[in-house]
């Protein structure tokens, strides 16, 4: 009897965690899709070079820490007519020519380049 409880068990438990690590995958991926849809350009911003700041304000929702400090950096991003910098880290973001670099002190904050005025 108690070697038919602890199969039963291991074969719960590995079925629990397959089914757990499927959703974080899939969660990950969504996330991941929903960035990069942020990333790219709407038709009018393929005209101006700016992002889809509606887009990255819709993926503020899936921030890791939080959609506050996210949503208020794209608002700003959108105030200042800025673009989403490229690069790791703010020291990296390479603004083109005539743009500097910028973001909130907090959590979840875009770096964008912003026109230098």
């Known amino acids: 009897?108690?070697?038919?409880?602890?199969?039963?068990l291991l074969l719960f438990s590995t079925t629990v965690f397959a089914q757990t690590n499927t959703i974080k995958n899939v969660s990950v991926r969504d996330r991941e899709a929903e960035k990069q849809r942020a990333l790219s350009m709407d038709n009018e911003g393929l005209k101006s070079g700016l992002p889809d700041y509606d887009a990255?304000?819709?993926?503020?929702?899936?921030?890791?820490?939080?959609?506050?400090c996210c949503l208020t950096s794209v608002e700003r991003m959108r105030n200042k007519k800025a673009l989403l910098a490229p690069g790791d880290t703010l020291a990296h973001a390479n603004c083109p020519e005539g743009y500097q670099p910028n973001m909130l002190k907090c959590p979840?904050?875009?770096?964008?380049?912003?026109?230098?005025?």
């Open 56 to 68: 990255l304000a819709r993926a503020c929702r899936n921030n890791e820490a939080g959609p506050g």
């Open 108 to 117: 979840g904050s875009h770096r964008w380049c912003e026109p230098v005025e």
């Open 1 to 8: 009897m108690t070697k038919l409880f602890i199969i039963t």
